[in-house]
Every structure is written in structure tokens, then in C-alpha cells.
């Protein structure tokens, strides 16, 4: 199984970024994913999730900026970040929820300049 993150880059505060996570070999549509990030210095935390019936959570800190979807005929997972802050500076992994050990893959890198 891959879960490719892809969509990572450098943007200024207030500006928008949309992730991607490609899927292979297992289909986002029969599980229940998330976006999880990590900054430097900071424990892994999940900041968005989307149900197999399509029921979305999101951390406090993004409600209301960052917006998760999902394309089952694509086999992708998708986060729109708008808004972002320089607290949202970090690695962006996709993965199951609860989280696979073996499926975490290289994330995608967000850095946000003031």
C-alpha cells in the first residue's frame, strides 16, 4: 500500500495550498482517512478526517480554513488549506484513521512565510 502526499510548498501567510493523496493497492472509499502533520519539534497530530459516508472532523485550530475531501474514482484524498498561518507550518502525511504504522509515506512539506 502507497499513500502518496503531493501539493506541498512554500506560500505566504493568508494564502491557500490543496494536498493530495494518491492511493495504491486499497481504496480510500472503504476507509475512514485523515491528514495528520508534523512540525518540527512537535508530535504528530491529525487535523482532518472524512468518514466512509462522507462525515468530516476537523482540529480546532483549522475549522473554518482547511476543508478535507474525497474522489473515489480517483482513489484520492484532498485537503484545501486556505487561510494558512505560519502555525501551520509542517509535514502533511495522509493515512487511515486510526493510522497504520506501514502506510505512512514521505508527507508533503508546507512552509508558510510571514
Known amino acids: 500500500v502507497q499513500l502518496q502526499a503531493s501539493g506541498g510548498g512554500l506560500v505566504q501567510d493568508g494564502g491557500s495550498l490543496r494536498l493530495s493523496c494518491a492511493a495504491s493497492?486499497?481504496?480510500?472509499?472503504?476507509?475512514?482517512m485523515g491528514w495528520y502533520r508534523q512540525a518540527p519539534g512537535k508530535q504528530r497530530e491529525r487535523v482532518a478526517s472524512i468518514n466512509t459516508g462522507g462525515t468530516t472532523t476537523y482540529t480546532d485550530s483549522v475549522k473554518g480554513r482547511f476543508i478535507i475531501s474525497r474522489d473515489n474514482a480517483e482513489n484520492t484524498v484532498y485537503l484545501q488549506m486556505n487561510s494558512l498561518e505560519s502555525e501551520d507550518m509542517a509535514v502533511y502525511f495522509c493515512?487511515?484513521?486510526?493510522?497504520?504504522?506501514?502506510?505512512w509515506g514521505q508527507g508533503t512539506l508546507v512552509t508558510v512565510s510571514s
Open positions: 493515512n487511515t484513521v486510526p493510522p497504520k504504522g506501514h502506510y
Open positions: 493497492q486499497m481504496r480510500v472509499a472503504i476507509y475512514h
